[in-house]
């Protein structure tokens, strides 16, 4: 899948070399929106039809799936046999009642995009030129395969 329906990204439109960066200013962004004082926390925990997210449930999503993603990239970087447990992102807005946080809850528990980021949490230098992964992380080899 290089596009999603649904939201508009497009993979391809992403690079590895600009991706963390782009991850950050989207924490930004987000913090930004469910930071502010002139919008009702209601409004935050609202969608504006039964089929699209709220900003609280976007904020949610994109925190989780951003951990979930840390910790597939921790794997690719120690495991040879990769396999990967779906996350169920759809699924979590009910499981894990995304409905009703609290705006600031959600930012604090997202924690700095430069910490909770995969690349940037653990010490992402992008591609080597191979396609492989070139990171800093101690006693491990400088380059492993990541998909």
């Known amino acids: ?3 999603c329906d649904e939201c508009g990204f497009t993979y391809p439109d992403h690079g590895p070399l600009s991706l963390s960066t782009e991850i950050r200013d989207l924490g930004v962004r987000d913090a930004a929106v469910l930071n502010d004082p002139a919008v009702d926390e209601t409004r935050l925990n609202a969608r504006s039809s039964p089929d699209v997210w709220s900003p609280v ?9 951003l951990l979930a993603q840390r910790e597939r990239l921790l794997l690719a970087l120690v495991e040879d046999e990769l396999t990967f447990a ?8 009910d499981l894990v009642r995304y409905r009703g946080e609290a705006p600031g809850q959600v930012v604090a528990r997202s924690g ?11 010490g992402w230098t992008g591609f080597n030129g191979t396609g492989h992964a070139s990171t800093t992380i101690p006693n491990r080899r400088s380059a492993r395969c990541c998909g």
């Open 112 to 122: 700095s995009r430069r910490t909770s980021s995969p690349g940037c949490s653990m």
């Open 1 to 3: 899948m290089d596009h």
């Open 57 to 65: 449930e976007y904020g949610c999503h994109v925190r989780d799936v």
């Open 86 to 93: 779906p996350i169920y992102r759809n699924q979590r807005v």
